[in-house]
């Protein structure tokens, strides 16, 4: 099974909108972290927000935060008021505890475009 | 504090050779990974390194391999290069918690022809 789901390949949204990527986890491991990273065309890896997995409040960290749920093992990233800047892909991560507990599980990325 | 630095930037390789790329972690980092990024398959987790020894492994062939020095520093060998080896290869390093992020250095663009 993957262990990172994104099912959106590309998405559009409207500057100043908000917009919602989507990511689901699959992990039996009662510790893990959640990650998302930006990848603009430039190719850099940029990290973003964390939430870890005993976390009570959903982590938010200036206009990106993270709708945490945890029965439903999801975290969507949620993009407030979006830029033409934000245009980028948008992986989802996960760190498991336990023997592999440094391996970082990626998703296949959402590609963000943002219209003006 | 100096960020993860990958070289050479770009490398352009012909079928059959092989090839070397560097990482070099942020400093007080232990734990490097590495991932080959193309278009068609995304982010593949290739292995990672923690003091030295491999910790996690992905599914690439024999050809692909590593090692880290007592320095973290860090470099990936491919040999007998194919064209779908063309790629991105992105190392990242970071602390050895969970809640901790990987960074990533700028990547080695790598073309075989």
């Known amino acids: 099974a993957q262990k990172i789901t994104q099912t959106q390949p590309g998405m559009f949204v409207q500057e100043k909108e908000a917009v919602t990527l989507d990511c689901t986890y699959d992990?039996?491991?009662?510790?893990?972290?959640l990650f998302w990273y930006k990848q603009p065309s430039s190719g850099e890896m940029i990290f973003l927000i964390y939430q870890g997995s005993y976390d009570q409040q959903n982590a938010t960290e200036g206009r990106y935060s993270l709708n945490f749920q945890k029965a439903r093992k999801s975290a969507n990233l949620v993009i407030s008021a979006s830029q033409l800047g934000d245009s980028a892909m948008y992986f989802c991560a996960m760190r498991e505890g336990g023997y592999n507990f440094n391996k970082f599980y990626f998703g296949s990325g959402t590609k963000l475009n943002v219209k003006p | 504090k100096a960020g993860v630095t990958q070289t050479p930037r770009y490398l352009i390789k012909t079928r059959g050779q092989q090839v070397t790329l560097s990482c070099s972690p942020i400093s007080g980092h232990r734990s490097v990974s590495w991932y080959q990024q193309t278009p068609g398959q995304g982010l593949q987790f290739l292995f990672e390194?923690?003091?030295?020894?491999?910790?996690n492994k992905g599914n690439f062939p024999g050809r692909f391999s590593g090692r880290q020095f007592s320095n973290s520093r860090s470099e990936m060998n491919v040999s007998t290069l194919e064209l779908g080896d063309s790629a991105l290869y992105l190392c990242?390093?970071?602390?050895?918690?969970?809640?901790?992020?990987?960074?990533f250095g700028p990547g080695t663009r790598l073309t075989v022809t």
């Open positions: 992990t039996s491991d009662p510790s893990y972290g």
């Open positions: 390194y923690f003091s030295e020894t491999q910790r």
């Open positions: 990242a390093s970071s602390l050895n918690r969970v809640r901790d992020e990987q960074y």
